[in-house]
T-cell receptor, first 114, second 114 residues
Framework: KAGVTQTPRYLIKTRGQQVTLSCSPISGHRSVSWYQQTPGQGLQFLFEYFSETQRNKGNFPGRFSGRQFSNSRSEMNVSTLELGDSALYLC?????????????FGSGTRLTVV | AQSVTQLGSHVSVSEGALVLLRCNYSSSVPPYLFWYVQYPNQGLQLLLKYTSAATLVKGINGFEAEFKKSETSFHLTKPSAHMSDAAEYFCAVSVDQAGTALIFGKGTTLSVSS
């Protein structure tokens, strides 16, 4: 079956702009999580959505937001971009609390802010 | 609060040698522990996870890890390294078996020489 699909793969934005990243989970998966990966801070949890509701949230400013649609696809938005937002953004999906396979990660969207 | 510490940001081994990647955790509740691998320009792939069923966990590609509560450790091992094992490895802790809201270590880059 198809894996977790993230679009676009690469993105270049200017400081102050906003950006929207998309994630299509594995068919049947209802939980979607987002992570930010940077060389300095490593992998950090952003938020998790299940059935269109945010269930968990990491320690990020309000400029970072997300949503999930009825088909489980998810988007995350970053407003007023800063240079420090340059990172690889990873999405992961799971069939709720899948005790066997857990979360499957996509290949990520690499965002560069100039 | 939960945290993960990976000892050694870079480990180098020869092909055929033992691989040992160290991970120590801190958790106020019984932890669920995970090892992920990341190849360049790709997302994360789950190698194995500890969910309290057995202290010695076998994963994919010949990797295994042993949960030692007394040492708060979950070190990853492989008896014989292969060139294809060269990648970055992340240890992570979560509040549930699926791996929701993972807290990651800083990662260990494994280099394998011929």
């Amino acid at each position: 079956k198809a894996g977790v699909t993230q679009t676009p793969r690469y993105l270049i934005k200017t400081r102050g702009q906003q950006v929207t990243l998309s994630c299509s989970p594995i068919s049947g998966h209802r939980s979607v999580s987002w992570y930010q990966q940077t060389p300095g801070q490593g992998l950090q949890f952003l938020f998790e959505y299940f059935s269109e509701t945010q269930r968990n949230k990491g320690n990020f400013p309000g400029r970072f937001s997300g949503r999930q649609f009825s088909n489980s696809r998810s988007e995350m938005n970053v407003s007023t971009l800063e240079l420090g937002d340059s990172a690889l953004y990873l999405c992961a999906s799971s069939h709720n609390t899948d005790r066997v396979y857990g979360y499957t990660f996509g290949s990520g969207t690499r965002l560069t802010v100039v | 609060a939960q945290s993960v510490t990976q000892l050694g940001s870079h480990v180098s081994v020869s092909e055929g040698a033992l691989v040992l990647l160290r991970c120590n955790y801190s958790s106020s509740v019984p932890p669920y522990l995970f090892w992920y691998v990341q190849y360049p320009n790709q997302g994360l792939q789950l190698l194995l996870k500890y969910t309290s069923a057995a202290t010695l966990v076998k994963g994919i590609n010949g990797f295994e890890a042993e949960f030692k509560k007394s040492e708060t450790s979950f070190h990853l091992t492989k008896p014989s390294a292969h060139m294809s094992d060269a990648a970055e490895y992340f240890c992570a802790v979560s509040v549930d078996q699926a791996g929701t809201a993972l807290i990651f270590g800083k990662g260990t880059t494994l280099s394998v020489s011929s």
